[in-house]
């Protein structure tokens, strides 16, 4: 269990992140997708079915500490790996319920919410975002380019079974000639949402591509856009709908003193598995030398600076 940040969302405010299934040596993710716009990379292993895996118990220690130094709004299941492939995810969530207050989060691809033994694991969350890009089958496989067999139809019946809230996030984006901005996949995906609202009331998160990828065909989506998919989701289907924008993002500094090369691993680990941009990362560490060590690591080659089409905006990227 590798704990990482906290990182400013702009969906769950100040949020730290605990990844519960590292990538294999050698791989940047553990995942049974590679979605196209995948920050990533797309060297990941397919894993394909949820074990346990072990927590050492001195991990929630270390969590325990960093709660309290960093004051999270929520702790999120997120990282390198697909949270819900380990099964232990629903007793982590238990743990970190006995060491704090702070609501637990959990980002998935909900590939794995038509298992009954999943779906006990996520109810123990507080929230669970989970990803749908595309209404159709045929443009699931080129977005999120699954491992075969995997089946939409599924993980939005193993969604409607989720008993702990759920919002349904969407990346609205195009990468060449695939799109799901244009006007049918927008009125197909409504009627998804719909679906879904029918059986699990649900609220709706449209987000773009915003981080650096490997794919320079990528192509955002302004916030004009994303708001006027929003209001329809809102009026067409009755479904409370937030979309990303600048002014949305988190904008509070984290006060944080410690020493340079703890700085160092804390932002390594966090690279690893969320590119940031300096700011972002500098906002997480308030009062310590984070600019510092930065640009010491930039210079040194350990880091890179990606500039992003979006907003024109620098990542730091390892
Ligand atoms: S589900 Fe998440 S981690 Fe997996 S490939 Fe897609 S974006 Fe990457």
């Given at each position: 269990m590798k704990i990482y940040g906290p990182v400013p969302s702009?969906?769950?405010?100040n949020s730290l992140g605990v990844d519960l299934v590292e990538a294999p040596p050698g791989y940047c993710k553990a995942c049974p997708f590679n979605c196209l716009y995948c920050h990533l990379g797309h060297k990941g292993h397919f894993m394909l079915e949820p074990a346990s895996m072990e927590l050492p118990p001195k991990d929630f220690g270390i969590l325990e500490k960093k709660i309290i130094e960093t004051k999270p709004d929520y702790i999120t299941f997120s990282?390198?790996?697909?949270?819900?492939?380990?099964?232990?995810l629903g007793y982590a969530a238990q743990r970190i319920k006995e060491i704090c207050d702070v609501p637990v989060a959990v980002l998935t691809n909900?590939?794995?919410?038509?298992?009954k033994d999943v779906r006990a694991n996520l109810d123990n969350c507080d929230v669970v975002i989970a990803k749908i890009d595309a209404p159709t089958q045929q443009l699931f496989e080129k977005i999120?380019?699954?491992?075969?067999?995997?089946k939409l139809a599924n993980i939005i019946d193993g969604i409607k079974l989720i008993n702990t809230k759920v919002c349904i996030q969407t990346l609205i984006f195009s990468c060449g000639s695939v799109t799901n901005a244009d006007d049918e996949t927008l009125n197909a995906l409504l009627d998804v949402y719909r679906d879904i609202n029918k059986s699990k009331p649900i609220e709706v998160l449209l987000g773009t591509v915003t981080r650096p990828s490997d794919d320079e065909n990528l192509q955002f989506v302004d916030s004009e856009k994303l708001s006027e998919i929003a209001d329809r989701i809102t009026k067409e289907c009755g479904i409370k709908a937030r979309y990303f924008s600048e002014s949305e993002k988190e904008q509070k500094n984290v006060r944080r003193k410690i020493s340079f090369d703890q700085l160092g691993v804390e932002i390594t680990d966090l690279l690893l598995r969320r590119p940031c941009t300096r700011e972002e990362i500098i906002s997480r560490f308030d009062g310590s030398d984070a600019a510092i060590v930065l640009d010491r690591l930039v210079d040194k080659g350990v880091l890179g600076l990606k500039l992003l089409d979006y907003k024109k905006g620098h990542y730091v990227v390892l």
């Open positions: 702009w969906r769950l405010g990282g390198q790996g697909e949270p819900t492939l380990n099964l232990n909900a590939c794995f919410a038509a298992r999120n380019r699954s491992a075969r067999g995997i």
